[in-house]
């Protein structure tokens, strides 16, 4: 089984726009959406591009804030402070990686944590892990969703996380706990991850090297998830091979096509969510 994310988000955000607008009827506004971006990343540029699109998409209240690459960290900062004040706001995202001379986690500790829509506060981060209501980071929560479409019930399955990043790796771990997995998390100094990747029911990959897992790593059967987008001289690819992997996978995310889309979807909900909870 090839784990169509395009398709997924596609639905997802059908549901969304609908959402909305109930939303809209119920209190006479919808939830509002802004993104800052400090700098010319040309990476960054095109995720922004594309996260106001589908937020336009959905019908959401959508803003890009432009900074040039030598903005003064207090000025994004006071920034922040005057977005979390803002009643039309519901959701903040700061878009990293930023310019070196500014502070990361001073900014994330800065955004109000009802309106971190990437889920990386400290205060969701805690509450997540600890099993309570947070805002979930979008990517290992698209990655959540596509592994359900495979398997409703996850009890007792054996996943490997390959990579232990803030952003993917620990989070994503976190959700696998709460699905009751027995959960082994890898990373770059793991001694033996082929022995790791093969005792594993469910693989998600991310990392950052290109079709890094292979064929004779996987059982067969497993489901494999790869959250990896790695520029190569063929194109796009990611941290599993597709070719080998695919063919003794039960199912398998395709790179493109796979968690990339469910990741701006999941944006998008975690914005309804937090306008939800402003609302209550
Ligand atoms: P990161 O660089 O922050 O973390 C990489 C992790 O991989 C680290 O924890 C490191 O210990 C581990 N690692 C490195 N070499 C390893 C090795 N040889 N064996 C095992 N583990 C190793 O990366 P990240 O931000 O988590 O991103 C990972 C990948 O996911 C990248 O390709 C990135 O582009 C991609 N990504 C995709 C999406 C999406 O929407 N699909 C979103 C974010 C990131």
């Given at each position: 089984m090839i784990i169509d994310?395009?398709?997924t988000?596609?639905?997802l955000r059908k549901d969304l726009k609908r959402k909305i607008s109930e939303l809209?009827?119920?209190y006479n506004a919808v939830p509002g959406l802004s993104v800052i971006l400090v700098g010319e990343d040309p990476a960054s540029k095109i995720y922004v591009k594309n996260k106001a699109k589908f937020?336009?998409?959905v019908g959401l209240n959508?803003?890009?804030i432009r900074y040039p690459a030598n903005l003064e960290e207090k000025v994004l900062l006071n920034k922040i402070k005057d977005?979390?004040?803002n009643t039309k706001v519901s959701?903040?995202?700061v878009q990293l990686p930023l310019p070196s001379h500014i502070d990361k986690k001073k900014v994330i500790d800065t955004i109000d944590h009802a309106k971190d829509v990437d889920g990386f506060h400290p205060m969701n981060v805690g509450n997540l892990s600890s099993g309570y209501k947070s805002n979930i980071p979008c990517t290992p929560l698209g990655c959540s969703i596509l592994l359900k479409k495979v398997e409703k019930n996850l009890n007792g399955k054996h996943a490997v996380v390959i990579g232990r990043s803030n952003l993917n790796g620990k989070p994503m771990t976190q959700l696998l706990l709460k699905e009751n997995c027995t959960v082994t998390i890898t990373h770059s100094k793991t001694k033996d991850l082929k022995a790791e990747c093969l005792r594993a029911d469910i693989i998600i990959a991310a990392v950052g090297i290109p079709k890094l897992v292979k064929g004779d790593w996987v059982k067969k059967g497993a489901i494999v998830i790869d959250v990896g987008i790695n520029k190569t001289e063929s194109g796009i690819v990611g941290d599993v091979d597709f070719d080998e992997v695919s063919k003794v996978a039960k199912a398998i995310t395709p790179v493109p096509g796979g968690v990339g889309p469910m990741t701006i979807a999941c944006l998008l909900?975690?914005?309804i969510n937090c306008f939800k909870r402003s609302n209550i």
């Open positions: 994310g395009k398709k988000a596609e639905d809209k009827s119920t937020a336009k998409e959508s803003e890009v977005l979390n004040k959701g903040i995202l909900q975690n914005t």
